[in-house]
């Protein structure tokens, strides 16, 4: 069984940075694609960033300039960076990797941009 666990989630402030990351841990013998969903209140899930295991990243248009992806794949982690933050932001943010050909989700952390 693989789980991730995800950490990071806060309040911050309009125009501020968080840094989200998310680890992966159990019977690991492969992790492909990984990357992070968000899903604000009364709106779809999307996805924010994604990176293949090459390295290359996709971001959101939204979130573009503004949001770093990157990977350890030593420590089976993937992080977002997500700098000059906007109230539109503010969302659940959930992590998947595809690990060992089956994909799997964090349990979400909170990212709140308020005043």
């Known amino acids: 069984q693989v789980q991730l666990v995800e950490s990071g989630g806060d309040l911050v402030q309009p125009g501020g940075s968080l840094g989200l990351s998310c680890v992966a841990s159990?019977?690991?013998?492969?992790?492909?694609?990984m990357g992070w969903y968000r899903q604000a209140p009364g709106k779809q899930r999307e996805l924010a960033a994604s990176m293949t295991p090459g390295g290359n990243a996709n971001y959101a248009d939204s979130v573009k300039d503004r949001f770093t992806i990157s990977r350890d794949n030593a420590r089976n982690t993937v992080y977002l960076q997500m700098n000059s933050l906007k109230p539109e932001d503010a969302a659940i943010y959930y992590c998947f990797m595809n690990v060992n050909g089956r994909t799997y989700w964090g349990q979400g952390t909170q990212v709140t941009v308020a005043s």
């Open positions: 159990g019977n690991i013998l492969y992790i492909g694609g």
